[in-house]
């Protein structure tokens, strides 16, 4: 089945505390990115990535990091993460590195940082 | 600079009435405009898009929209609500290489 995985889907933590969220597709997709989905604000772009070893910031970049070494992982790393970055995290690829493609998005992951 | 305002953080609608969620953008180039749809506790999913060509857009589920260049509308529509439409809906439009959402419309349908 075509699809883009997240894991964990919810993760509770502490200030500070490094983590990282993984996402994967099996599509073959080129075109990546992370978004935070906050009540009354939509969803706003974090990083998105053309290919491998190609990335670049989206709007809400500061305080993540992330890689893109291989096609289909792309993973989101919080070195210190701090209450305000509590949130629904999605996942989405999209088939060429065209942005007017058809976004596939994953299940989420819900974090929430004490 | 490209944007998307959605009117209407909430609407309500009795089941088999007709389903509006309005949608305008600010932008200076033609746009591509979407409207993507989210179930509850899911991910997004696209319900139709506009790239260039009809301004009568159909997508999914018996929706569709309208490109509306004298208005900057891309307003969402369905003759006839049902109960399974109730979602967060959100419109879309690319700016760069990035896809800039709505703040999102939570479609309640009542029975």
Redesign the interface.
Known sequence: EAQ?TQNPRYLITVTGKKLTVTCSQNMNHEYM?W?RQDP??????IY?S?NVEVT?K??VPEGYKVSRKEKRNFPLILESPSPNQTSLY?C?SSLRDH??D??F????TRLTVL | AQSVTQLGSHVSVSEGALVLLRCNYSSSVPPYLFWYVQYPNQGLQLLLKYTTGATLVKGINGFEAEFKKSETSFHLTKPSAHMSDAAEYFCAVIKGNKLVFGAGTILRVKS
């Open positions: 883009v990115s978004y009354g604000l939509g969803l706003r772009q998105y053309m670049d989206g709007d999605f989405a942005i007017g058809e976004q998005f994953g299940p989420g």
